[in-house]
């Protein structure tokens, strides 16, 4: 019999008992032991909840209690999630996390400090929710150099992309359907800004790297700038806007941003719509891999948490490899990146011609006040030459 | 250093050599030891090729051999690939294979067998060629009930009906491209028989029941029947055919069946076109999920084989939790399984309304000779029943 603590009994913390309890049979046969849910850690009570008596409000009993052998951190945040990460590691713990931001921060510290001592610190949920994407990397896609790790990383923005493609909405139309239905929050900041996607992209890239990439250093623009008009557009070529992160590799660094692109139809990720997350992997031996699912959700997400917690009872006595390392990469510079870009001005073909020279315009209904087109490829330092170059700049897309 | 042999030098064990030279510092760095070939075995020589003295033609050399850790398979057929399973796993070494073949018939005693000493048997490549499929399976998603697994599972029948929708040709002569370019092979059966795929929905299968799946008890049709009138009808309807290995649970069974069917854009396998494949996995917690990839090929096969490699190398002396027992499995009755039919007949709408009452007939152009029509949602046995009532039936394909 294992025994676990969770911590943050709010949407993931209460699936990952849900998930323990609903499958409990066949997550013993799988893990080799039971799993039972010795305390949940919340401020709050939960009168009436049928876990009721499991609640307690001082960390200082779980890490204090040597029956404890797994503490599964649901709480989300940097603080107090890393203190008690520390702890429970110290306390010879194992750890498994759905938070992504306390990895993207300390993750290569983390695992550092559990393979010291035989433990393991596990957090598959952190990234695309319930896609089996961190393990896949760790341990399946281990004979390829990684190319390109890219993907659709943010159900809330996926999710208003896909209306806003799908019913020609404005922006703060869509958000407060998003808000209404549950599908974003009341302050949608960390997701319409790109940031919850950047954080995760961090962690995608510090595992490519095998080094710690800091989310600082990736630039990250999100989607509150992208308009019905735009939509127009993208229809008009047969494209879809969609939030990405990516990790591109150039010689040997490593480049990463966040920003809405273009996708056309032969793109994997182009199907990928509503709260669905998709996370796109070049190999230079494999090719082209997708791994495609529910990027959030509670149970979703509590099944990848619960995933870990099986993985580290099948690994109770031994650290599972992991190459994630704290010392830092500098990433290049994202204006190395090469590609189309859309853009939409009030100027005219003999000033756009100026500044791009040879372009391709795009036509959209009733869009007759402006110019739209697509630039040739260039990087993001030819962009910007050009760019300063011509007025009344609207919009500008990257293009893949 | 680890030393690996390899049996058979053709297309992807010549790959498995290549992966591990092209990116043999990474690979060392991530296995924790450099990986160095010691015998390749086959049947021919290979004058003037780099790896030439390595080339033996007695397999009792690499049997007998204490250095060798790890006996790598890609001959494929079942014979003399068991014999000779079964003999590097009694000599204590390890096994790794990318041979549907030989797994889908000797999966679960050959694990047995390695198990019992503390080695490691493992067979990535042989269900998805590149695609991290059955590593997934058996270490990410073991907090779910698995309710369906489903895939495009061969890369020759999916790029042949690819190319019948793009270009409406005829079965026989896409068949005739699909061999010129190498994408089928001089005799085509296995492929478009569905044999290959029967082969590797039973290995996936087994692996979700934790037990063996007969293949010989997997219901198969291929693809040979498929004209390009259906396809022509697919497209009016807005659907694509796709040759699918699907394996349900229905209560406390599963029902698997290889056969081709009608799928809609909103399935996340419709967009799965050319040489890819896809496996879509549905979990009772997790929901839905999809792995997508290169199904064949030598490298993205060989990356997978390596992969297994650098796995085993990081487990040298502890077996990988594998749960797939020798015991059989009593597969359901594929006719439990409910779908939609789209039927093709010379009948007129009073015959097919007599057998199949109301339906929805489907019209394409320049079918003026017959009549098409979608059945409502039923299992196999009412299809049975109704289409034995209706003369002049052309075709059926099942609807997802």
Known sequence: MVKIAVLGYGTIGSG??????????????????????????????????????????????????????????????????????????????????????LIAKHGAELIAMAQERSLNCLYEASVGGGIP???????????????EISGILNGTTNYMMTKMSEEGSDFDDVLKDAQKKGFAEADPTADIEGYDACRKIAILTSLVCARQVDFEDIHT?????????????????????????????????????????LLDEGNPLFGVNGVFNAIFVRGNMLGDAMFYGSGAGKLPTASAVVGDIVDIVRHKHVSITMEWKPDKVELADYRNLRNRYFVRTTADAAAIEAAFGEVSYVQAEGMDDELAFLTEEMDGYAYEAAAGKLDGILQCIRVR
């Open 16 to 101: 990952v008992v849900e998930v323990l309890e609903t499958n409990r049979d066949i997550i013993a046969k799988r893990a080799g032991e039971e799993i039972s849910v010795k305390y949940i850690l919340d401020l709050r009570d939960f009168p009436g909840d049928p876990h009721e008596e499991l609640v307690v409000h001082d960390y200082k009993m779980i890490r204090n209690d040597p029956e404890v052998d797994i503490v599964v951190e649901a709480m989300g945040g940097v603080e107090p999630a890393f203190t008690f990460a520390k702890q429970a590691i110290l306390a010879g713990k194992h750890f498994a996390t759905s938070n992504k931001a």
């Open 133 to 147: 994407i961190i393990r896949p990397l760790n341990s399946c896609l281990t004979a390829d150099v990684i190319e």
């Open 221 to 261: 623009e999100g989607i509150t700038k992208i308009t019905a008009a735009d939509i127009r557009y993208a229809k008009a070529m047969g494209k879809r806007i969609k939030l990405l992160g990516c990790s591109y590799r150039i010689g040997d660094q490593y480049c990463a941003i966040v920003a809405p692109y």
